[in-house]
């Protein structure tokens, strides 16, 4: 496989997120501030309010303002991973939620989500930086 890369473990980080911070902003401070370049991301926990982003493969365009809830639900699963894009470190992150009657909602974390409550684990790859550039075929920020 010609894009297949290997990494060694680093440094495993564990933190509580503070009430009612921005979930994806939260997460990208503790990567920036502990220069983590390449990793992997597990969060768990409740938010209070959620924005989700869907990328439109047609128009080759995020849709951010269609998918807001202002409510509380509970952090099904997100995950995600760390590379450089830009020069510095960023989170590109999953979600998904579910509501008081257990409906599930999901996709791309952008800013805008009120934590609640919530605990993340990021775990550290060491090796070639992880590098996002444009990609011609699909417009997204990919892994070169």
Known sequence: MKNLKQYEQGRTFIAKLKYQSDLLEEINKICIN?????GWINA????????LGFYNQET??????????DEAMEIVSCA????????????HLH????????????????????VFAGE????????????????GETKLFLWK
């Open 95 to 114: 979600i998904t939620a579910a509501d008081k009657k257990g409906k599930c909602i999901g996709g791309h974390l952008v800013a805008g989500t009120a």
């Open 80 to 91: 995600g991973n760390v590379s450089i894009k830009d020069g510095k470190p960023f989170c």
């Open 44 to 51: 768990i926990g409740a938010v209070s309010s959620l924005k």
């Open 34 to 38: 502990e220069n983590i370049k390449t």
């Open 60 to 69: 080759k365009e995020y849709i951010y303002t269609t998918y807001a809830y």
């Open 120 to 135: 993340v684990i990021i775990q550290e790859l060491l090796g070639e930086d992880l590098i996002r550039e444009p990609d």
